[in-house]
């Protein structure tokens, strides 16, 4: 066994097998995957195997059809030839109009991954599936390049190729231990001996978190029992002298597809369990959980009634095992939070289909640091603290219950909620507040009229919008009050924070005390990885001179990294994470000047305290700290609060703002307001995938500074032109918004993408920002969105519609 090498993948089956042979494409040979059983001897060998190309986003779907191409060349290649029934295609089932509407804007999203999904009829369905009767049917989505794969075969033969490249594969080779050095190297320790190596990657399945413990990290990662039999041949099959598309039913929760002149039907029934909650038995290998039929009686019902032909065909085998599910649905592909050289691709629920794509997308990540696709959808510190494995267990559940229900927009599930609160949170449900929930924190979405106001679920706009309308309007009016709660926010101190910070950031960075600036991080490619609001705060009785550091709700593991990736050996800088401490209250329009005079002492007069200003203060008793920055447009100021002294600064302000006409609003009203302005949102509009010139964020770059994270690249991009140019669009439709994914067409031609859609209710538009060929971006070009099938007009129009000169927020 070799004693040194570059990476050590843990884990011989999908995973680990696909990360190994796409690190010898991208060039690395010096690898090694160790597996304490047989290649594929976890989950891998016994999965139904289906491969399919449906995806809720963009890099979902890229992802997949790499494994579809990867798997097809793999399959081809007469070195080591395996089976792919590639291009059976597959119908997802639906039985409702907004089922239906829903994946019209998913086939919308895939057209622009050049990808070709169809909505079909009832009878195009049974027409296709000759077994499917059509009986509480509405219709489906057609997935042309559905299939399955042996699964074995397939991680043989990335084994094989893997292995030509140079990699080294040791079976039978348990890893006992891990060993991180000063230098960020690691030991990895097995029964067979140690391995030095750069990085490591654990890619363990259902053990995921027995080598975690190892590197003392915990991931959200829980398994459930899931189960699929085979039948015996059905006549019906014999005779249709073709192979049958596979299904997937969110009607009543199964899959299907053909095996040998039968079907293997796998099931998610209402009654599921959670699987190895209290430790795994060592000898748990190659093999199965005891099988269980009764408890899929429920959903057996549903495929009966679907397929007849069913009743008649008897049972094969059953196969019930072990499946990763994490708290969305999603794996966790990409850097192990807090440390350094260290990976994992785990939570895999479709490993087969989705392993060729995830492994590729992981080596990209861990050879050059970025992956072709923005890949936060998988990034592991999307979930910060609360992610345990008990809340994990509980979304499991509920997403093995709803397996084949997507969620539609505006839709949070009730399973471990509420998960992060604040001392707000009861007296805002008290007041009617419907809550959305961002990395786990319960944020006011709008606040309802009545206590039974359950908008519906659709792709339209909902029976919320003339509430967000009135929100909208009175903090344009008089002054609205919004709880953000979760906002990440890191405290910088020491001397040389200036000096660090600036290294980072591709603009200016204030540097006076007492101001604000917006800035952007570039990763070394030159594209946007963060965005931060930075104020500059004075020595005081609070604290030393410090800078705090604000960003996005769900950024505080990524940006962490981030920063203290890039500091220096002897650097006088500490980082310190206020996030779980601090909420922010929003004060914003024209009255929110009288409002916090009303119970704040001072001047806060705009010569005083004038746009870009932050100043620590009072709110009746509650110490805060000020900033004047808006996300509305309106005049506002984010007023930072300790949890513990929230409520008594809330009950102070509110009574400051009863004179004023003061009512709450909710992030919905935030998010139709934030796209008045021309306002992004990180990882919706803010992607890895594009750099600042091509985001319109030329204002916050200054080319002319000596250096910069991410400066060189940035240079060469912009020597080579746009690839794409965001823009705002206006749509010729009063029913839907533009959702994040959709098509921007013109013919029939994709020549866009949208990011964020929503109703504008200062300017009474339809407003979408979309990524569209550069050439399309100039104001007044008239396109078509594909929004849910249907082709709305759309122009670019100027960004930030509501006050383009942006009067009122500096007012
Ligand atoms: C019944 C069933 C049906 C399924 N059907 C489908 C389907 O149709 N389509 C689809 O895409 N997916 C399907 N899946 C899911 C899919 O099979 C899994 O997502 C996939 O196999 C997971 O692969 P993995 O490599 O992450 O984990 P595993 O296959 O479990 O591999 C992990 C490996 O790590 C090794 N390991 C663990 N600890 C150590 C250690 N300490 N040292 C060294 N090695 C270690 C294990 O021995 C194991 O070989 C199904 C799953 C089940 C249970």
Same mark, same amino acid.
């Given at each position: 066994?070799?004693?040194?090498?570059?990476?050590?993948?843990?884990?011989?089956?999908?995973?680990?097998?696909?990360?190994?042979?796409?690190?010898?494409?991208?060039?690395?040979?010096?690898?090694?995957?160790?597996?304490?059983?047989?290649?594929?001897?976890?989950?891998?060998?016994?999965?139904?195997?289906?491969?399919?190309?449906?995806?809720?986003?963009?890099? #979902?779907?890229?992802?997949?059809?790499?494994?579809?191409?990867?798997?097809?060349?793999?399959?081809?290649? /007469?070195?080591?030839?395996?089976?792919?029934?590639?291009?059976?295609?597959?119908?997802?089932?639906?039985?409702? =109009?907004?089922?239906?509407?829903?994946?019209?804007?998913?086939?919308?999203?895939?057209?622009? @991954?050049?990808?070709?999904?169809?909505?079909?009829?009832?009878?195009?369905?049974?027409?296709?599936?000759?077994?499917?009767?059509?009986?509480?049917?509405?219709?489906?989505?057609?997935?042309?390049?559905?299939?399955?794969?042996?699964?074995?075969?397939?991680?043989?033969?990335?084994?094989?190729?893997?292995?030509?490249?140079? %990699?080294?594969?040791?079976?039978?080779?348990?890893?006992?231990?891990?060993?991180?050095?000063?230098?960020?190297?690691?030991?990895?320790?097995?029964?067979?001996? *140690?391995?030095?190596?750069?990085?490591?990657?654990?890619?363990?399945?259902?053990?995921?978190?027995?080598?975690?413990?190892? #590197?003392?990290?915990?991931?959200?990662?829980?398994?459930?029992?899931?189960?699929?039999?085979?039948?015996?041949?059905?006549?019906?099959?014999?005779?249709?002298?073709?192979?049958?598309?596979?299904?997937?039913?969110?009607?009543?929760?199964?899959?299907?597809?053909?095996?040998?002149?039968?079907?293997?039907?796998?099931?998610?029934?209402?009654?599921?369990?959670?699987?190895?909650?209290?430790?795994?038995?060592?000898?748990?290998?190659? %093999?199965?959980? /005891?099988?269980d039929l009764d408890r899929i009686m429920d959903v057996l019902q549903g495929a009966f009634e679907r397929m007849p032909a069913l009743m008649e065909a008897g049972i094969r085998s059953v196969i019930n095992g072990p499946i990763t599910y994490t708290i969305d649905g999603a794996p966790l592909v990409g850097p192990i939070p807090g440390k350094r050289n260290a990976f994992c691709i785990i939570g895999l629920r479709a490993g087969l289909g989705e392993g060729g794509g995830h492994g590729w997308l992981l080596a990209q990540q861990i050879v050059h640091g970025e992956a072709c696709y923005d890949t936060w959808c998988l990034d592991p510190r999307r979930f910060t603290g609360h992610a345990n494995v008990e809340l994990t267990s509980l979304k499991a559940i509920e997403d093995y219950q709803n397996e084949f229900r997507f969620h539609f927009p505006h839709e949070h599930r009730?399973?471990?909620?509420?998960?992060?609160?604040?001392?707000?949170? /009861?007296?805002?449900?008290?007041?009617?507040?419907?809550?959305?929930?961002?990395?786990?924190?319960? $944020?006011?979405?709008?606040?309802?009229?009545?206590?039974?106001?359950?908008?519906?679920?659709?792709?339209?706009?909902? =029976?919320?919008?003339?509430?967000?309308?009135?929100?909208?309007?009175?903090?344009?009016?008089?002054?609205?009050?919004?709880?953000?709660?979760?906002?990440?926010?890191?405290?910088?101190?020491?001397?040389? $924070?200036?000096?660090?910070?600036?290294?980072?950031?591709?603009?200016?960075?204030?540097?006076? =005390?007492?101001?604000?600036?917006?800035?952007?991080?570039?990763?070394?490619? +030159?594209?946007?990885?963060?965005?931060?609001?930075?104020?500059?705060?004075?020595?005081? *009785?609070?604290?030393?001179?410090?800078?705090?550091?604000?960003?996005?709700?769900?950024?505080?593991?990524?940006?962490? *990294?981030?920063?203290?990736?890039?500091?220096?050996?002897?650097? *006088?800088?500490?980082?310190?994470?206020?996030?779980?401490?601090?909420?922010?209250?929003?004060?914003? +329009?024209?009255?929110?000047?009288?409002?916090?005079?009303?119970?704040?002492?001072?001047?806060?007069?705009?010569?005083?305290?004038?746009?870009?200003?932050?100043?620590?203060?009072?709110?009746?008793?509650?110490?805060?700290?000020?900033?004047?920055?808006?996300?509305?447009?309106?005049? %506002?100021?984010?007023?930072?609060?300790?949890?513990?002294?929230?409520?008594?600064?809330?009950?102070?302000? $509110?009574?400051?703002?009863?004179?004023?006409?003061?009512?709450?609003?909710?992030?919905?009203?935030?998010?139709?307001?934030? @796209?008045?302005?021309?306002?992004?949102?990180?990882?919706?509009?803010?992607?890895?995938?594009?750099?600042?010139?091509?985001?319109?964020?030329?204002?916050?770059?200054?080319?002319?500074?000596?250096?910069?994270?991410?400066?060189?690249?940035?240079?060469?991009?912009?020597?080579?032109?746009?690839?794409?140019?965001?823009?705002?669009?206006?749509?010729?439709?009063?029913?839907?918004?533009?959702?994040?994914?959709?098509?921007?067409?013109?013919?029939?031609?994709?020549?866009?993408?949208?990011?964020?859609?929503?109703?504008?209710?200062?300017? +009474?538009?339809?407003?979408?920002?979309?990524?569209?060929?550069?050439?399309?971006?100039?104001?007044?070009? #008239? #396109?078509?969105?594909?929004?849910?099938?249907?082709?709305?007009?759309?122009?670019?129009?100027?960004?930030?519609?509501?006050?383009?000169?942006?009067?009122?927020?500096?007012?």
């Amino acid at each position: 066994m070799k004693s040194r090498t570059k990476v050590v993948v843990i884990g011989g089956g999908i995973a680990g097998c696909s990360t190994l042979f796409h690190l010898t494409r991208e060039g690395w040979n010096d690898v090694v995957l160790v597996e304490r059983n047989e290649l594929t001897s976890g989950t891998t060998w016994h999965s139904a195997a289906q491969v399919t190309n449906f995806g809720m986003n963009q890099t #979902m779907v890229g992802l997949k059809t790499h494994s579809i191409r990867l798997y097809k060349e793999l399959a081809e290649n /007469p070195e080591y030839p395996i089976n792919y029934h590639h291009g059976d295609g597959g119908i997802r089932l639906a039985n409702t =109009e907004a089922q239906l509407q829903g994946y019209r804007h998913f086939a919308s999203m895939a057209r622009g @991954m050049d990808v070709h999904f169809e909505v079909i009829d009832a009878d195009e369905c049974a027409r296709r599936h000759p077994l499917v009767s059509t009986g509480n049917l509405l219709g489906g989505l057609w997935d042309p390049l559905d299939g399955d794969i042996d699964p074995a075969q397939l991680c043989q033969a990335l084994a094989y190729h893997a292995r030509k490249a140079g %990699a080294q594969i040791y079976r039978n080779t348990p890893v006992t231990d891990l060993t991180q050095h000063a230098d960020d190297t690691w030991t990895v320790h097995t029964e067979q001996g *140690d391995i030095d190596c750069d990085i490591v990657v654990n890619a363990c399945g259902y053990r995921v978190n027995e080598v975690a413990a190892m #590197m003392d990290v915990h991931h959200p990662v829980a398994s459930m029992e899931h189960q699929y039999f085979l039948t015996e041949d059905i006549p019906e099959i014999v005779s249709a002298g073709h192979r049958m598309p596979l299904i997937r039913c969110p009607i009543s929760d199964y899959y299907c597809r053909q095996e040998k002149n039968g079907l293997l039907l796998g099931f998610y029934e209402q009654g599921c369990k959670t699987w190895g909650m209290d430790g795994i038995d060592p000898n748990f290998v190659n %093999a199965l959980c /005891p099988d269980d039929l009764d408890r899929i009686m429920d959903v057996l019902q549903g495929a009966f009634e679907r397929m007849p032909a069913l009743m008649e065909a008897g049972i094969r085998s059953v196969i019930n095992g072990p499946i990763t599910y994490t708290i969305d649905g999603a794996p966790l592909v990409g850097p192990i939070p807090g440390k350094r050289n260290a990976f994992c691709i785990i939570g895999l629920r479709a490993g087969l289909g989705e392993g060729g794509g995830h492994g590729w997308l992981l080596a990209q990540q861990i050879v050059h640091g970025e992956a072709c696709y923005d890949t936060w959808c998988l990034d592991p510190r999307r979930f910060t603290g609360h992610a345990n494995v008990e809340l994990t267990s509980l979304k499991a559940i509920e997403d093995y219950q709803n397996e084949f229900r997507f969620h539609f927009p505006h839709e949070h599930r009730p399973a471990g909620r509420p998960a992060k609160t604040t001392p707000l949170t /009861p007296v805002l449900e008290a007041e009617g507040a419907e809550f959305t929930v961002v990395n786990g924190w319960e $944020r006011v979405d709008y606040i309802k009229p009545h206590k039974d106001f359950h908008p519906s679920l659709s792709f339209n706009f909902d =029976e919320a919008f003339d509430v967000i309308q009135k929100e909208v309007l009175n903090v344009r009016d008089n002054v609205g009050l919004c709880e953000v709660n979760g906002f990440n926010r890191f405290e910088i101190t020491g001397a040389d $924070r200036h000096a660090f910070l600036d290294r980072l950031v591709c603009g200016t960075l204030p540097r006076r =005390e007492g101001r604000v600036g917006l800035t952007y991080l570039l990763n070394h490619h +030159g594209r946007i990885k963060c965005e931060a609001t930075v104020a500059n705060l004075p020595k005081t *009785d609070r604290g030393p001179e410090r800078i705090w550091y604000g960003s996005a709700a769900a950024s505080e593991f990524h940006d962490m *990294d981030w920063l203290s990736q890039h500091l220096r050996e002897g650097e *006088d800088v500490q980082i310190k994470s206020l996030t779980n401490e601090q909420t922010i209250l929003v004060l914003a +329009g024209p009255n929110a000047r009288k409002v916090l005079s009303a119970c704040a002492r001072g001047d806060w007069s705009k010569e005083a305290f004038p746009w870009l200003s932050v100043r620590e203060c009072f709110v009746g008793f509650t110490p805060a700290t000020v900033m004047s920055v808006s996300f509305s447009g309106e005049l %506002a100021y984010e007023i930072h609060m300790p949890n513990a002294s929230l409520y008594a600064a809330y009950l102070a302000l $509110r009574k400051a703002g009863d004179p004023f006409g003061l009512s709450l609003f909710g992030a919905r009203a935030v998010e139709s307001m934030r @796209m008045e302005k021309g306002f992004f949102h990180w990882k919706a509009d803010l992607l890895t995938e594009f750099d600042p010139f091509e985001t319109g964020l030329d204002r916050f770059v200054k080319l002319s500074k000596d250096d910069f994270v991410g400066k060189p690249a940035l240079q060469d991009l912009v020597s080579r032109g746009a690839t794409r140019k965001m823009v705002t669009l206006s749509l010729e439709t009063n029913s839907a918004p533009a959702h994040g994914g959709a098509s921007v067409m013109a013919a029939d031609e994709v020549v866009g993408t949208v990011t964020s859609g929503d109703w504008g209710h200062r300017v +009474g538009l339809n407003l979408a920002y979309a990524f569209v060929d550069p050439e399309r971006s100039v104001e007044g070009t #008239m #396109m078509e969105v594909d929004l849910c099938g249907e082709r709305i007009a759309a122009t670019v129009i100027r960004p930030s519609p509501y006050d383009p000169d942006h009067v009122r927020m500096r007012s």
